[in-house]
């Protein structure tokens, strides 16, 4: 009973914000659009090697309400399963990026002032230095293009800004009473990092998180906008967005339901990490 009490007060403070739950709706639209693809998208063949120039070029009508594109593949189908791969890149960049750079972070901040910090944390600002899309850019042209490479060289770029969170966070624990009371009690390095610190830099870290997947998503948009993401005839978000631009204005729904498919992903999750740091703000106070 404590324990379906606290998921109700949870959810009564989330649903607070109306625009959370919006952002939670979308989301589960999403994922739902997602993992239903194969189900719903009204021609599943063309998410793969399809041609019909027969059809090709069509404007949105009731046998494709989004249109066709160059070589008449159906717009709603191959975005239905575009979602797919633009979700797998952002949980599988933030698997990676997070425990690397919130671990090193911690670790920082808990050996604040030795060689360790100094070294972690030099590190962490030579990559913050450099533009993130940038540095993706420059990593994902060395690479062969593929959305594999292309979660690698976002989760690069993207592990020092959790480096830098956890490591403030660190340090603002490392002198409360909690931590000097373990250490003088013969607690272990690794007994106060992972149950005393840990437990509270999870809070920042988790809304992050929720922030940051919009972000991940849309980035990954970027490298496949320039050919350097998931390759074609796989539907990409970034690639579908290119090759509408080459037939803007005429052809505009090439471009434009793709473009609003990664805006409304990012809003999505922009909202509903809002709602996280709102629950988490008021638990803390």
């Known amino acids: 009973m404590k324990k379906e009490k606290r998921w109700a007060q949870v ?3 989330f649903s607070r ?4 739950v919006a952002g939670l709706v979308i989301f589960l639209l999403v994922l739902g659009m997602a993992i239903l693809a194969p189900v719903i998208a009204p021609y599943p063949r063309h998410a793969g090697a399809f041609v019909d120039f027969d059809n090709a070029s069509k404007a949105p009508s ?15 189908s191959r ?4 979602l797919r791969s633009a979700l797998l890149m952002g949980v599988l960049v933030l698997a990676i990026a997070v425990p690397i750079g919130f671990g090193l972070g911690l670790i920082a901040g808990y050996f604040q002032g030795t060689v360790i910090d100094i070294l972690i944390m030099r590190t962490t600002d030579i990559f913050l230095s450099i533009p993130p899309l940038v540095l993706a850019l420059a990593i994902a042209s060395v690479l062969e293009p593929n959305l594999t490479n292309a979660m690698i060289a976002i989760t690069v770029m993207w592990w020092p800004w959790y480096a830098r969170l956890a490591y403030g966070t660190a340090r603002s624990i490392r002198t409360e009473y909690f931590v000097r009371y373990a250490e003088l009690t013969g607690g272990s390095t690794l007994y106060i990092l992972l149950r005393e610190i840990l437990p509270n830099c999870v809070s920042p870290v988790f ?8 972000w991940v998503i849309m980035m990954g948009a970027s490298l496949s ?3 350097l993401g998931e390759q074609p005839p796989s539907p990409a978000l970034g690639n579908m967005v290119a090759d509408g631009v080459k ?3 005429t052809q505009w729904w090439m471009t434009i339901f793709p473009a609003l498919a990664i805006v409304l992903i990012v ?19």
């Open 17 to 20: 914000n109306k625009a959370s």
């Open 247 to 249: 037939y803007l204005p």
């Open 79 to 82: 975005i239905f399963f575009s």
């Open 267 to 285: 809003l999505g999750f922009n909202l509903l990490g809002d709602g996280v740091r709102d629950v988490f703000t008021v638990e803390e106070n």
């Open 225 to 227: 906008f320039v050919g």
């Open 11 to 13: 959810w009564y403070k």
């Open 207 to 214: 809304t992050k998180m929720t922030l940051d997947m919009g």
């Open 62 to 76: 009731a046998a494709h309400l989004l249109g066709t594109d160059n070589v008449g593949r159906d717009i709603l």
